[in-house]
C-alpha cells in the first residue's frame, strides 16, 4: 500500500543532543513537509521541499534541519539549538498540482527532551 | 496574507445530534479549500476539498462542507454524529505560488452519550 511511514512513534531525547526523525513515502509525491504540532496551535511548518536536493525553510526552522538527497525521503534532524523540542512532527507529501492537491500525512512521531 | 480561522477551540454535542465547525478564510482569489480529522496520536486525514464548481462538497464518513464565498467560510456539517467522530478537526487553504497549505488552529470535537 502506498503512504507515508514516519519513525520512530516515540523518540526520547537528552538534552543536548541531536536527533533524527525518519519520513518515506513511496507516493511518488513530489513534495514533502515538516510539521511541529503543539496543543492549541494547530499545524506550523518547519521545513518543506518541492523537489530533490532542495528544500525551503518554513515558519519555525531555527533549530531543525533537513536534507532531500532522494524523493522518498526527507528527514528531519532536531539539533541541540531547538530549546523547546518537545511536541509532536508530523510528515506530510503532494503530488503534482501545487496548491490544489490535498497533503498525506504519516502517522507522527512525539518527540520528548528527558 | 493568507490566513485560516477556527473560531471554536472545542465544541460538545450529544450522539446523534447534528454538528456544524466553523471555518473562516482570507484569501485573495478562489481558494483550495480542505478540511482534515486527526484522532488522538495519529496523523491528519482529508475528510473532503473544494477546488471549484457546486459550493456543497460531499467527503467521507457522511461529512459535507458548503462554500461561501461571500461569508469567505468554509463550514463542516454533519447530520447526525456519532462517538467515533470525536476528534481534532483541522480547516486549511492551499496557499498561492507554491505547494504550501495553511492550517487553522483546529476545532476539537467531544461527543457525550
Known amino acids: 500500500d502506498g503512504g507515508i511511514t514516519q519513525s520512530p512513534k516515540y523518540l526520547f531525547r537528552k538534552e543536548g543532543q541531536n536527533v533524527t526523525l525518519s519520513c518515506e513515502q513511496n507516493l511518488n509525491h513530489d513534495a514533502m513537509y515538516w510539521y511541529r504540532q503543539d496543543p492549541g496551535q494547530g499545524l506550523r511548518l518547519i521545513y518543506y521541499s518541492q523537489i530533490v536536493n532542495d528544500f525551503q525553510k518554513g515558519d519555525i526552522a531555527e533549530g531543525y534541519s533537513v536534507s532531500r538527497e532522494k524523493k522518498e525521503s526527507f528527514p528531519l534532524t532536531v539539533t541541540s539549538a531547538q530549546k523547546n523540542p518537545t511536541a509532536f512532527y508530523l510528515c506530510a507529501s503532494k503530488g503534482f498540482g501545487g496548491s490544489s492537491t490535498e497533503a498525506f500525512f504519516g502517522q507522527g512521531t512525539r518527540l520528548t527532551v528527558v | 496574507a493568507q490566513s485560516v480561522t477556527q473560531p471554536d477551540i472545542h465544541i460538545t454535542v450529544s450522539e446523534g445530534a447534528s454538528l456544524e465547525l466553523r471555518c473562516n478564510y482570507s484569501y485573495g482569489a478562489t481558494p483550495y479549500l480542505f478540511w482534515y480529522v486527526q484522532s488522538p496520536g495519529q496523523g491528519l486525514q482529508l475528510l473532503l476539498k473544494?477546488?471549484?464548481?457546486?459550493?456543497l462538497v460531499q467527503g467521507i464518513k457522511g461529512f459535507e462542507a458548503e462554500f461561501k464565498r461571500s461569508q469567505s467560510s468554509f463550514n463542516l456539517r454533519k447530520p447526525s454524529v456519532h462517538w467515533s467522530d470525536a476528534a481534532e478537526y483541522f480547516c486549511a487553504v492551499g496557499a498561492t505560488g507554491g505547494f504550501k497549505t495553511i492550517f487553522g488552529a483546529g476545532t476539537r470535537l467531544f461527543v457525550k452519550a
Open positions: 473544494y477546488f471549484s464548481g457546486d459550493t
